[in-house]
């Protein structure tokens, strides 16, 4: 029978360790790191749907695949003029086409004389054409034109500023080069207000801006 109270008394004691460690955990959740895996996971997925969705235009790289025909797949990169040279079909013109229409312009044309039922998809590598993506919570998310020497203080304001539940301080900018994909951190609040150095944004970055924990 002593051994009850005692057993009663651990148990306490743990789910009272644990509640000072919740509080802890909850009085740290506006930093980065709570905010982090969050921002990290959401951006994996919006960044991906917002290259695809973009309209291509000239330096942008994108893949071309036509199941089982090697020769018609490949790496295309569209030119000054917006067109790019594709085996058997010759100059197409993509500019202003997303990379499902882009698939769907080469099966039409493959389909005219060349193959019965080709089957294409595409899919967009790098984007440099002179734009940027504000995506998260600012105020009107979208695409937004590059211009020379853009900030994240501007790239931000274009999208209309933070949304109420913004995390300010942990901005994460995607850029994709040749060497790949990195994430950058990005103190935009601190920034605004004179504590960090100003962030400069390249054409073809994704700027995703995660909720905030509270």
Do not use: W
């Not at 360790?17 to 919740?22: K, R, T």
């Not at 769907?104 to 998809?121: D, E, I, N, S, W």
């Not at 979208?142 to 539940?165: C, H, K, Q, S, W």
């Amino acid at each position: 029978m002593p051994v009850a109270p005692f057993r009663y008394l651990t148990q306490a004691s743990a789910a009272l360790s644990l509640g000072v460690l919740l509080l802890v955990a909850l009085a740290g959740g506006g930093g980065c790191s709570a905010t982090a895996s969050t921002g990290y996971s959401d951006v994996h997925l919006d960044v991906r749907s917002a290259i695809q969705a973009a309209s291509l235009g000239p330096g942008d790289e994108f893949d071309v695949r036509v199941y089982e025909e090697p020769a018609l797949s490949g790496v295309h990169t569209v030119s000054p003029t917006g067109q790019i040279d594709y085996p058997l079909i010759g100059t197409v013109t993509v500019e202003g086409l997303v990379a499902s229409q882009v698939a769907a312009l080469l099966r039409q044309k493959l389909a005219q004389g060349y193959m019965r039922h080709p089957y294409v998809t595409v899919q967009v590598k790098t984007l440099s054409s002179k734009k940027i993506f504000v995506l998260g919570e600012v105020k009107t998310p979208g695409r937004f034109p590059y211009t020379d020497n853009m900030t994240i203080v501007e790239a931000v304001t274009l999208a209309g500023g933070f949304a109420i539940m913004a995390e300010r301080n942990y901005a994460i900018v995607t850029r994709m080069d040749a060497t790949g994909e990195r994430r950058i951190p990005v103190p935009v609040d601190k920034i605004m207000q004179g504590l960090a150095v100003n962030f400069q944004v390249q054409p073809g970055d994704i700027i995703y801006v995660p909720e905030t924990i509270l």
